[in-house]
């Protein structure tokens, strides 16, 4: 059974920082995508970052001025760390899972098993 487990949210101020942590177990394949996506009531959840393996290849978006993306390759977790927060980065952070491709996983159309989600909030 496909899971991922997210961790690292929270709440911070302004200009602070957090690192999203998602592992993903339950599957044996080689290739295969990870990404963060993130949602706010009422909008559509909006692509943040993804890591494909094995290559390790990876894409930030709009963010990746202030976001930097990493991997574990054995442990098949990706990290995001997020630097400079701002209230409007404030969301509900899901991480999901391509099994079929290691495209870059830019789209939620494309995510076979989601993650339980973690809040992220900056507030003062």
């Known amino acids: 059974q496909v899971q991922l487990v997210e961790s690292g949210g929270g709440l911070v101020e302004p200009g602070g920082s957090l690192r999203l942590s998602c592992a993903a177990s339950g599957f044996s394949l080689d290739y295969y995508s990870i990404g963060w996506f993130r949602q706010v009531p009422g909008k559509e959840r909006e692509f943040v970052a993804t890591?494909?393996?094995?290559?390790?290849?990876f894409d930030g978006g709009s963010e990746s001025g202030r976001f930097t993306i990493s991997g574990d390759k054995v442990k098949r977790t990706m990290y995001l760390q997020m630097n400079s927060l701002k209230p409007e980065d404030t969301a509900i952070y899901y991480c999901?899972?391509?099994?079929?491709?290691?495209?870059?996983?830019?789209?939620?159309?494309?995510?076979?098993?989601w993650g339980q989600g973690t809040q992220v909030t900056v507030s003062s």
């Open positions: 890591i494909s393996w094995p290559n390790m290849s």
């Open positions: 999901g899972v391509d099994v079929h491709s290691s495209l870059p996983l830019r789209v939620p159309g494309a995510v076979d098993y």
